[in-house]
């Protein structure tokens, strides 16, 4: 990797932590996401890819053993109070923090949010409710505790959905998601490709997601 990896602990729900990978380059573009000790070190695969410099703000996920409590924060499913909490820091005070820190503030057409399995749902929900900050959405495996909603904003983001041949059920929520974003004018990619659920699969498809939200 020839970028760096900074790494800062907000106050958030005890002590969160928020991993940025930062490009050789001036960033011409940023990702969102959360699950960030995965997904911020995946700036060395576009670097491999030769995509243009990129940052990826990643906010770690809870450190908490319960699963649901990530899925608490990652879907407006399931507990409305921990979701608010955790948008709110996911918005707007990473958000802020990379202003200040980094002085990136790009517009919506250049920023991306992304997520994995329960983080892809997590992507959705923020595209849906923040289409004037994340111009696109990008989502491998989602996860089903999200559903699309009756009414979808308008216009809606821009979305790159990907899942796996071996990961059915995934493969499912993100068709289901496709036909609802399609239906409502959203310009959607839905790739189906030979793999399963894990990190090599969605390692793969990161370049491609990137190249697609900014190529234009």
């Known amino acids: 990797m020839v970028g ?12 969160r932590q928020v991993t940025v990978y930062v490009p050789p380059d001036p960033p011409e573009a940023v990702v969102f996401a959360g699950d960030g000790q995965l997904i911020s070190p ?3 695969h ?8 990129t940052m990826i703000v990643g906010a770690h996920r809870t450190d908490d053993p319960d699963e649901m409590v990530r899925i608490g924060e990652y879907s407006p499913s399931f507990d409305e109070e921990r979701f608010a909490a955790h948008e709110r820091f996911f918005v707007e005070e990473v958000r802020g923090w990379v202003r200040s820190r980094f002085g990136v503030a790009l517009p919506a057409g250049r920023t991306a949010v992304c997520g994995v399995s329960a983080g892809a749902e997590l992507a959705l929900a923020m595209g849906l409710r ?10 491998a495996s989602p996860g089903g505790g999200f559903r699309p909603p009756a009414v979808l904003p308008s216009p809606p983001p821009r979305t ?8 059915p059920w995934f493969l ?22 030979a793999g399963d659920h894990g990190d090599p699969f969605w390692q793969a ?6 190249t697609w939200a900014f190529q234009r």
Do not use: I
């Open 130 to 139: 923040h289409p004037d900050v994340y111009g696109a959405v990008l989502c």
């Open 172 to 193: 499912e929520n993100a068709t289901r998601w496709a036909d609802a974003l399609r239906e409502a004018g959203a310009d959607v990619v839905l790739a189906e490709r």
């Open 205 to 210: 498809e990161f370049p491609l997601m990137v």
């Open 4 to 15: 760096e990896l900074v790494t800062e602990t907000f106050d958030y729900d005890g002590g």
């Open 46 to 53: 576009l670097e491999a890819a030769g995509v243009p410099p």
């Open 160 to 167: 790159y959905l990907v899942a796996g041949t071996q990961e």
């Open 42 to 44: 995946w700036g060395r």
